[in-house]
């Protein structure tokens, strides 16, 4: 896997379908020391119990601002501003591998989509001696195309 790479959680959909979730939710950042590849997409009912949450210092759950659901013809797109600059700090943790957006609303924390953080699939971001920048792609969180 590669730095910024971003994959899904299948149930999110299928509760958004569902009418679960609604535009007004709270939705946040957490980080975990999950590997990206240990994230299995097809987990039923993931949620932020599923992973091994770390924090600490400036690593610290992040409510997202602004967060939209637009359409435009046949593709639906998540979206949210980008958080600020997470400063390097001796109390970070040394074992951020992956940051993941939770439904914070939803009462078990829901997990909606994760992104790999390493350069290399499992060594942890050096968070005490280094700043991090964390924005989301041109196509904002996620992008859905109907076909």
């Known amino acids: 896997m590669a730095q910024g790479d971003g994959k899904y959680l ?6 958004v379908n569902k009418g679960d979730y609604d535009v007004l939710d709270t939705y946040s950042l957490v980080f975990l020391s999950n590997t990206f590849a240990s994230v299995d997409v ?6 932020l119990a599923t992973y091994t949450q770390t924090s ?3 690593i610290v759950k ?5 967060f939209t659901i637009t359409r435009v013809t046949t593709n639906i797109k998540f979206d ?25 609303t939803s009462a078990s924390d ?12 499992t060594t942890p971001l050096d968070l005490v001696n280094n700043d991090l920048t964390f924005a989301f ?3 904002g969180i996620s992008t859905i195309t109907l076909t």
């Open 80 to 104: 949210a501003d980008d958080p600020a600059a997470f400063l390097k700090n001796a109390s970070n943790p040394v074992d951020v591998r992956t940051i993941l957006v939770i439904n914070d």
């Open 42 to 47: 097809n987990v039923t009912n993931p949620n």
């Open 56 to 58: 600490g210092g400036t």
């Open 110 to 121: 829901d997990a909606y989509q994760v992104f790999d953080a390493t350069t290399d699939g």
């Open 62 to 66: 992040t409510v997202l601002s602004n």
């Open 137 to 139: 792609g041109a196509n």
């Open 10 to 15: 299948r149930d999110f959909v299928l509760k």
